[in-house]
């Protein structure tokens, strides 16, 4: 619309119009910065014509140079810097692999065979830089406040990202308090609207002591005498965890092993009772709920087995009596 402006009423001005006034720039993108330029046809009752188009970074070199581009009847291809505009009304550039020290102000100037000039208000091209933390105290714990701040040099909001999934969050520092073993992942940011994760990505870390820590068992908690039985101990923490088996026996608990499973052959006499697990890592330790093993005996299950036999077969007696 500002175009229509301009070139509908002020084409006989001197003109050169960036659009946008900023551009928020993210590392190693492309980005053009559009620009349209206006003079007047005669001057002094002389056609004009334009005879150089350039570009220039920094405003100390604005009028003199050095110039970031320079043509005089072709664009500069291939180069980081490249002038994609003519020598008519379109002095768009585009600038590529952007990085660091392209972030400033850019103008474009022209030249006729009857004077020249030079766009006042350059562009202002600003890089999106990376984000940073503060140094947290390692490690992370629950309830602890973590600060991760977005360093960039855009006036846009930005877009905070967890796991690469969008946060309501806009500004640019993400305070995480009363942390909870729910807010580990992987953070990062971007301008807003760009919709991907751009910076580099900051894990978080919760660490927390063991919870939800139970004993289950497999085949069943009731056992004939000669199976095999696996206890296994699971509980959630973070770092990951030691875990110490016990069997209660009286007043008293015998330690039994000391990793996750625990795996044994049962006799009538030795394994049946109660058994837990206490789960530790330097955040705390939790006891497991407790789990009743039986074992039963072979000769109790033939018993009842012949048992039923007997009684089926009285029934088909007392039938055929
Ligand atoms: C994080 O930022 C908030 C305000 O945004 C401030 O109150 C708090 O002190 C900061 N915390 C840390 C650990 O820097
Ligand atoms: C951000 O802008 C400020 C002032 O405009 C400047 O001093 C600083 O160097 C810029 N930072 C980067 C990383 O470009
Ligand atoms: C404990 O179990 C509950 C219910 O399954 C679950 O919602 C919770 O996330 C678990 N806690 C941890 C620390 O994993
Ligand atoms: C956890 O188990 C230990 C045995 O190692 C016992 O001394 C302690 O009392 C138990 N704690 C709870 C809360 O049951």
Redesign the pocket.
């Known amino acids: 619309m500002l175009y229509i402006f301009v070139s509908g009423v002020l084409c006989t001005d001197w003109l050169v119009a960036y659009q946008p006034k900023e551009i928020c720039a993210v590392r190693g993108s492309s980005v053009v910065i559009s620009c349209t330029f206006h003079y007047p046809d005669k001057l002094d009752n002389k056609n004009l014509t334009v005879e150089k188009v350039m570009w220039s970074q920094g405003r100390k070199q604005f009028f003199d140079g050095p110039f970031i581009t320079e043509s005089n009847n072709r664009t500069h291809t291939g180069t980081k810097f490249e002038y994609v505009g003519n020598k008519v009304h379109n002095c768009s550039l585009q600038i590529h692999q952007v990085e660091?020290r392209d972030?400033g102000e850019y103008a474009f100037r022209f030249e006729t065979n009857n004077g020249s000039w030079t766009g006042k208000n350059a562009t202002n091209v600003n890089?999106f830089?990376s984000m940073t933390t503060p140094k947290v105290h390692e490690p992370i714990k629950e309830g602890d406040c973590v600060n991760l701040t977005c360093m960039y040099?855009c006036s846009s909001a930005v877009m905070w990202f967890k796991n690469r999934t969008p946060l309501q969050e806009e500004s640019s520092t993400l305070y995480l308090r009363d942390i909870s073993f729910q807010d580990s992942g992987n953070y990062s940011c971007s301008p807003k609207h760009y919709n991907r994760p751009l910076s580099e990505v900051v894990r978080v870390n919760v660490e927390y002591g063991p919870r939800n820590t139970s004993v289950s068992v497999w085949p069943s908690s009731e056992v004939l005498e000669g199976s095999d039985v696996t206890l296994t101990c699971s509980s959630n923490a973070n770092p990951t965890l030691n875990y110490t088996w016990f069997k209660i026996d009286g007043d008293s608990c015998l330690e039994m092993a000391y990793q996750a499973e625990l795996q044994f052959n049962v006799t009538l006499t030795g394994n049946s009772g109660k058994y837990f697990c206490v789960v530790s890592n330097k955040h705390g330790r939790q006891n497991s709920t407790i789990l009743s093993l039986k074992v039963k005996a072979l000769t109790f299950l033939i018993t009842s087995l012949l048992r039923k036999n007997v009684f089926t077969m009285t029934v088909i007696c007392g039938c055929l009596t």
């Open positions: 660091q972030s890089l830089i040099n």
